[in-house]
């Protein structure tokens, strides 16, 4: 079974600067996909970003990006020039690409961001 | 607006009642999905069903029972509430076969409260 470990469980960043979230993961498959999604306080969940563990290209949205580290099993975000509406919940999430059928995905637990004027 | 829609957004029942939660999705998406979340758990995969016709226990499936209707429809049955389902619930779909990396398409959610 697939684990998702995010070790902060709340950031807080000031405005305008970065930061970055965490995550690790523990699978044996060598096919996935990773996500971030973001839950703001209206609890929508949103897709920030997504990585295909076959791509080594580090993946980015505007001003999201990922550093994926697939020997190390690491999926940190990077949020620059942090805004007000980038308050939220963020998970990290994983999902195996099986042959057939449905695709599961597994979260972690969230980590809180605040963002500070 | 194309997406997957929950009712009701919120509920309050009492221990021992039922109720079944509804999710409709017009995106012509094969698999759905129910998650609850929990705080400081994250999303925790209740029942699947990858394609019409199939469902699948995920993670949390004690409690639970779910039908898929048709392809547009897939609700979550609790038979006798008790409070530790008190949580919110999420519906989500996704096309299947080749995901092309997009994840999942989630309803707004369902605020459950047993008292």
């Known amino acids: 079974a697939q684990t998702v470990t995010q070790s902060q469980p709340e950031m807080s960043v000031q405005e305008a600067e970065t930061v970055t979230l965490s995550c690790t993961y523990d699978t044996s498959e060598n096919n996935y996909y990773l996500f971030w999604y973001k839950q703001p306080p209206s609890r929508q969940m949103i897709l920030v970003i997504r990585?295909?563990?076959?791509?080594?290209q580090n993946a980015t949205e505007n001003r999201f990006s990922v550093n994926f580290q697939k020997a190390a099993k690491s999926f940190s975000l990077k949020i620059s020039d942090s805004q007000l509406g980038d308050t939220a919940m963020y998970f990290c999430?994983?999902?195996?690409?099986?042959?057939?059928?449905?695709?599961?995905?597994?979260f972690g637990k969230g980590t809180k961001l605040s963002v500070i004027p | 607006n194309a997406g997957v829609t929950q009712t009701p957004k919120f509920q309050v029942l009492k221990t021992g009642q039922s109720m079944t939660l509804q999710c409709a999705q017009d995106?012509?998406?094969?698999?759905m999905y129910w998650y609850r979340q929990d705080p400081g758990m994250g999303l925790r995969l209740i029942y699947y069903s990858a394609s019409e016709g199939t469902t699948d226990k995920g993670e949390v499936p004690n409690g639970y029972n779910v039908s898929r209707l048709n392809k547009r429809e897939f609700s979550l049955r609790l038979e006798s509430a008790a409070p530790s389902q008190t949580s919110v619930y999420f519906c989500a779909s996704s096309p299947g076969g080749e995901p092309r990396g997009y994840g999942y398409t989630f309803g707004s959610g369902t605020r459950l409260t047993v008292v």
């Open positions: 999430a994983f999902m195996k690409r099986p042959g057939a059928g449905s695709y599961q995905l597994t």
């Open positions: 995106m012509n998406h094969n698999s």
């Open positions: 990585q295909e563990a076959y791509k080594q």
